[in-house]
Protein backbone atom coordinates (compact mmCIF):
# COMPACT_ATOMS: atom_id res chain seq x y z
CA UNK A 1 0.00 0.00 0.00
CA UNK A 2 1.61 3.51 -1.01
CA UNK A 3 2.39 6.20 1.91
CA UNK A 4 1.26 9.09 2.17
CA UNK A 5 2.37 11.82 -0.63
CA UNK A 6 3.02 15.56 -0.22
CA UNK A 7 3.76 17.44 -3.17
CA UNK A 8 5.72 19.47 -3.31
CA UNK A 9 8.68 18.84 -1.81
CA UNK A 10 10.41 22.05 -1.87
CA UNK A 11 9.16 25.08 -1.98
CA UNK A 12 10.67 29.06 -1.96
CA UNK A 13 8.46 31.95 -1.70
CA UNK A 14 8.81 35.45 -0.94
CA UNK A 15 7.00 37.59 1.91
CA UNK A 16 3.71 38.32 1.11
CA UNK A 17 2.81 35.22 -1.18
CA UNK A 18 0.35 32.94 -0.53
CA UNK A 19 1.24 28.83 -1.24
CA UNK A 20 -0.56 25.83 -1.75
CA UNK A 21 0.70 22.77 -0.17
CA UNK A 22 -1.20 19.00 -1.40
CA UNK A 23 -1.35 15.77 0.59
CA UNK A 24 -2.24 11.96 -0.69
CA UNK A 25 -3.33 10.05 2.70
CA UNK A 26 -2.84 6.37 2.47
CA UNK A 27 -5.55 4.97 0.66
CA UNK A 28 -8.72 3.64 2.67
CA UNK A 29 -7.84 6.96 5.57
CA UNK A 30 -10.32 9.27 5.97
CA UNK A 31 -8.68 11.88 8.12
CA UNK A 32 -5.46 14.05 7.50
CA UNK A 33 -3.94 15.94 9.98
CA UNK A 34 -1.17 18.72 8.86
CA UNK A 35 1.88 19.80 11.06
CA UNK A 36 4.67 22.58 10.85
CA UNK A 37 8.28 21.75 12.36
CA UNK A 38 10.43 24.62 12.76
CA UNK A 39 13.71 24.17 15.17
CA UNK A 40 12.48 26.41 17.85
CA UNK A 41 8.97 25.42 18.37
CA UNK A 42 9.04 21.49 17.24
CA UNK A 43 6.34 19.57 15.80
CA UNK A 44 3.27 21.77 16.09
CA UNK A 45 -0.23 20.85 15.25
CA UNK A 46 -2.01 23.04 12.49
CA UNK A 47 -5.08 21.04 11.93
CA UNK A 48 -7.48 18.31 10.48
CA UNK A 49 -9.68 17.09 8.22
CA UNK A 50 -12.59 14.11 8.50
CA UNK A 51 -14.85 14.06 5.62
CA UNK A 52 -13.82 17.14 3.76
CA UNK A 53 -14.84 18.83 7.51
CA UNK A 54 -12.21 20.44 9.59
CA UNK A 55 -12.40 18.39 13.04
CA UNK A 56 -9.70 20.03 15.30
CA UNK A 57 -7.44 23.03 14.83
CA UNK A 58 -4.37 23.88 15.92
CA UNK A 59 -3.06 27.89 17.61
CA UNK A 60 -2.05 29.16 14.11
CA UNK A 61 -3.51 32.44 12.77
CA UNK A 62 -5.78 32.60 10.09
CA UNK A 63 -3.57 32.75 7.06
CA UNK A 64 -3.44 29.24 7.50
CA UNK A 65 -6.16 27.18 6.19
CA UNK A 66 -7.12 23.84 4.54
CA UNK A 67 -9.18 21.70 2.86
CA UNK A 68 -10.30 18.42 2.38
CA UNK A 69 -11.41 16.86 -0.94
CA UNK A 70 -14.40 13.96 -1.45
CA UNK A 71 -11.54 11.20 -2.18
CA UNK A 72 -9.61 12.75 1.00
CA UNK A 73 -6.76 14.53 -0.58
CA UNK A 74 -6.23 17.75 1.58
CA UNK A 75 -4.61 21.23 0.42
CA UNK A 76 -3.00 23.62 3.22
CA UNK A 77 -2.73 27.05 1.79
CA UNK A 78 -0.67 29.63 3.71
CA UNK A 79 -1.83 33.25 2.69
CA UNK A 80 0.49 36.61 2.61
CA UNK A 81 3.70 34.51 4.20
CA UNK A 82 6.22 35.82 6.74
CA UNK A 83 9.39 34.92 7.17
CA UNK A 84 8.56 32.96 10.45
CA UNK A 85 7.07 30.78 8.04
CA UNK A 86 9.81 28.69 6.88
CA UNK A 87 9.55 25.16 8.02
CA UNK A 88 8.95 21.76 6.87
CA UNK A 89 5.14 20.89 6.77
CA UNK A 90 4.03 17.35 7.41
CA UNK A 91 0.84 15.85 6.42
CA UNK A 92 -0.63 12.71 8.11
CA UNK A 93 -3.24 10.44 7.75
CA UNK A 94 -5.26 7.64 9.79
CA UNK A 95 -8.19 5.47 9.52
CA UNK A 96 -9.65 6.92 12.18
CA UNK A 97 -12.98 4.73 12.39
CA UNK A 98 -13.93 5.75 16.29
CA UNK A 99 -13.11 1.63 17.29
CA UNK A 100 -9.61 0.81 18.83
CA UNK A 101 -7.34 3.38 19.20
CA UNK A 102 -4.59 1.77 17.05
CA UNK A 103 -6.82 3.35 13.98
CA UNK A 104 -5.87 6.51 15.23
CA UNK A 105 -2.01 5.93 14.52
CA UNK A 106 -0.71 8.80 12.60
CA UNK A 107 1.35 8.03 8.92
CA UNK A 108 3.60 10.89 8.05
CA UNK A 109 4.21 11.96 4.39
CA UNK A 110 7.81 13.21 3.97
CA UNK A 111 7.17 17.05 4.32
CA UNK A 112 7.29 20.11 2.29
CA UNK A 113 10.59 22.31 2.85
CA UNK A 114 9.06 25.83 2.51
CA UNK A 115 11.85 28.68 2.61
CA UNK A 116 10.11 32.27 2.81
CA UNK A 117 12.98 34.83 1.43
CA UNK B 1 3.22 24.96 27.75
CA UNK B 2 4.69 21.68 26.99
CA UNK B 3 2.57 19.02 27.75
CA UNK B 4 4.91 16.17 26.31
CA UNK B 5 8.49 16.21 27.37
CA UNK B 6 11.91 14.53 26.19
CA UNK B 7 14.43 15.52 28.86
CA UNK B 8 17.59 14.18 27.28
CA UNK B 9 18.27 15.79 23.86
CA UNK B 10 20.38 13.05 23.00
CA UNK B 11 21.93 9.53 24.21
CA UNK B 12 24.54 7.25 22.86
CA UNK B 13 24.24 3.54 22.74
CA UNK B 14 27.26 0.58 21.98
CA UNK B 15 25.88 -1.46 19.12
CA UNK B 16 23.98 -4.00 20.98
CA UNK B 17 23.31 -2.61 24.05
CA UNK B 18 19.99 -1.60 25.49
CA UNK B 19 18.72 2.30 24.25
CA UNK B 20 16.39 3.38 26.77
CA UNK B 21 13.83 6.82 25.93
CA UNK B 22 12.35 8.57 28.27
CA UNK B 23 9.45 10.92 27.93
CA UNK B 24 7.06 12.78 30.62
CA UNK B 25 3.31 14.17 29.89
CA UNK B 26 1.43 16.51 32.23
CA UNK B 27 -2.15 16.00 30.39
CA UNK B 28 -4.00 12.94 32.55
CA UNK B 29 -6.55 12.85 29.52
CA UNK B 30 -3.93 11.65 26.99
CA UNK B 31 -4.75 7.87 26.60
CA UNK B 32 -2.64 7.08 23.60
CA UNK B 33 1.12 7.51 23.10
CA UNK B 34 3.32 6.38 19.96
CA UNK B 35 7.02 6.78 19.52
CA UNK B 36 8.05 7.91 16.35
CA UNK B 37 11.96 8.26 14.23
CA UNK B 38 12.57 10.86 12.07
CA UNK B 39 15.49 11.75 9.77
CA UNK B 40 16.17 15.44 9.23
CA UNK B 41 14.30 16.40 6.23
CA UNK B 42 12.18 13.22 6.18
CA UNK B 43 8.63 12.72 7.90
CA UNK B 44 8.60 10.87 11.30
CA UNK B 45 8.22 6.84 10.85
CA UNK B 46 5.54 5.38 13.05
CA UNK B 47 7.40 2.78 15.66
CA UNK B 48 4.93 1.82 18.06
CA UNK B 49 2.08 2.83 20.12
CA UNK B 50 0.38 2.15 23.24
CA UNK B 51 -3.00 2.50 24.58
CA UNK B 52 -3.50 3.94 28.39
CA UNK B 53 -5.12 0.29 28.98
CA UNK B 54 -2.14 -0.91 28.83
CA UNK B 55 1.21 -0.74 30.47
CA UNK B 56 3.53 -2.26 28.02
CA UNK B 57 3.57 -3.26 24.32
CA UNK B 58 6.02 -4.71 21.73
CA UNK B 59 7.09 -5.27 18.94
CA UNK B 60 10.38 -7.39 17.52
CA UNK B 61 13.30 -5.34 19.27
CA UNK B 62 11.41 -2.09 20.26
CA UNK B 63 9.17 -1.99 23.65
CA UNK B 64 7.40 0.95 25.06
CA UNK B 65 6.56 1.05 28.96
CA UNK B 66 3.96 3.46 29.87
CA UNK B 67 3.64 4.12 33.80
CA UNK B 68 0.00 6.23 34.05
CA UNK B 69 0.52 7.32 37.92
CA UNK B 70 3.93 9.01 37.24
CA UNK B 71 3.06 9.78 33.55
CA UNK B 72 6.16 8.58 32.07
CA UNK B 73 6.35 6.21 29.31
CA UNK B 74 9.71 4.84 27.92
CA UNK B 75 11.09 3.09 24.70
CA UNK B 76 13.28 -0.10 24.79
CA UNK B 77 15.28 -0.82 21.97
CA UNK B 78 17.36 -4.23 22.15
CA UNK B 79 19.55 -4.86 20.87
CA UNK B 80 20.61 -1.58 19.30
CA UNK B 81 22.20 -1.47 15.70
CA UNK B 82 23.77 1.67 13.98
CA UNK B 83 20.64 2.06 12.15
CA UNK B 84 18.92 2.63 14.83
CA UNK B 85 20.19 6.22 14.64
CA UNK B 86 17.63 9.11 14.17
CA UNK B 87 15.83 11.64 16.75
CA UNK B 88 12.93 9.81 18.37
CA UNK B 89 9.93 11.88 18.95
CA UNK B 90 6.73 10.61 21.96
CA UNK B 91 3.88 12.04 21.11
CA UNK B 92 0.32 12.03 22.64
CA UNK B 93 -3.38 12.29 22.64
CA UNK B 94 -6.97 11.86 23.92
CA UNK B 95 -9.81 10.68 22.81
CA UNK B 96 -12.11 12.45 20.88
CA UNK B 97 -9.15 14.89 19.45
CA UNK B 98 -6.61 13.04 16.76
CA UNK B 99 -4.25 16.20 17.47
CA UNK B 100 -0.84 14.70 18.26
CA UNK B 101 1.08 16.48 21.13
CA UNK B 102 4.97 15.91 20.46
CA UNK B 103 8.21 16.36 22.54
CA UNK B 104 11.13 17.89 21.71
CA UNK B 105 12.78 14.80 20.27
CA UNK B 106 15.86 12.43 21.47
CA UNK B 107 18.58 12.22 19.00
CA UNK B 108 19.97 8.59 19.62
CA UNK B 109 23.44 7.64 18.48
CA UNK B 110 24.45 3.78 17.93
CA UNK B 111 28.29 3.52 18.22
CA UNK B 112 29.56 0.26 16.43
Known amino acids: KAGVTQTPRYLIKTRGQQVTLSCSPI?????VSWYQQTPGQGLQFLFE???????NKGNFPGRFSGRQFSNSRSEMNVSTLELGDSALYLC????????????????FGPGTRLTVL | DQQVKQNSPSLSVQEGRISILNCDYTNSMFDYFLWYKKYPAEGPTFLIS?????DKNEDGRFTVFLNKSAKHLSLHIVPSQPGDSAVYFC???????????FGTGTRLTVIP
Open chain 2, 50 to 54: ISSIK
Open chain 1, 49 to 55: YFSETQR
Open chain 1, 92 to 107: ASSFTSGGPRWADTQY
Open chain 2, 91 to 101: AASQTGANNLF
Open chain 1, 27 to 31: SGHRS
